[in-house]
């Protein structure tokens, strides 16, 4: 029996540059991703993960059905970007658009919008409190939301354009916000148990399904 271990999620922004590097899923998927991008000009042949929708008791499996390519997303830039750390007062939390590339499991790959090549490309688990629902930046200006994109972007165009191309992207490009805005009425537990019989996707054919015993929760 094969024993698995429980790496936590980890958002690269969460960690500052000195401490020490670690393990986390965000690197694997990040890497598989970027791999796909480059070598297949930008279509994504990720495989070998099972998708929520496989298993029907899965917390937020009805929020993540409804995720589909091209849907878009507010993403507060992650504590690291320099237009926190040295362009923008500390009230000010930066937003910006994100569009959605693919999801596997809880985790969905995102680019910055306007983000030239796969520089922009990044995962993000849907439980995270950065990703937030299309319009929730203007409705919650008064907390210090602005719309204002990471600092590899913001250097192409003046800031009040900025600003307008973002007001005008989210009025015409809705997104799915059951995704985000249910996730706190999810009660988010493991649901499988020990000796339950399941079915998992094969290791070498991912469109075979075969069945498997629950070992460990």
Not at 19 to 45: C, G, M, P, Y
Not at 132 to 139: E, Q
Not at 170 to 191: S, W
């Amino acid at each position: 029996m094969t024993k698995l271990t429980y790496y936590p999620y980890q958002h690269p922004g969460d960690r500052p540059k000195t401490e020490k590097a670690v393990w986390t899923w965000h690197n694997i998927l990040f890497d598989e991703a970027r791999n796909a991008l480059q070598n297949s000009a930008n279509e994504l042949t990720i495989g070998l993960w099972a998708p929520i929708g496989a298993f029907n008791g899965a917390p937020l499996r009805k929020q993540l059905l409804v995720a589909k390519g091209n849907d878009e997303f507010e993403v507060e830039l992650p504590p690291t970007d320099k237009m926190r750390t040295q362009h923008l007062e500390s009230s000010v939390r930066p937003v910006w658009i994100a569009e959605l590339l693919h999801t596997i499991g809880y985790f969905v790959l995102l680019r910055w919008c306007e983000a030239r090549h796969s520089d922009g490309v990044f995962w993000i688990h849907t439980a995270h409190v950065a990703p937030h629902a299309v319009g929730f930046t203007s409705k919650n200006e008064s907390g210090g939301y602005r719309f204002v994109p990471p600092e590899a972007i913001f250097n192409n165009q003046p800031a009040k354009q900025w600003i307008a191309y973002a007001t005008e992207r989210v009025q015409h490009r809705l997104a799915p916000n059951e995704i985000l805005d249910n996730r706190g009425n999810d009660i988010l537990f493991n649901k499988f148990r020990v000796g339950e019989r399941v079915e998992t996707v094969h290791e070498d054919e991912t469109s075979v399904l075969v069945p498997a015993t629950v070992k460990r929760v």
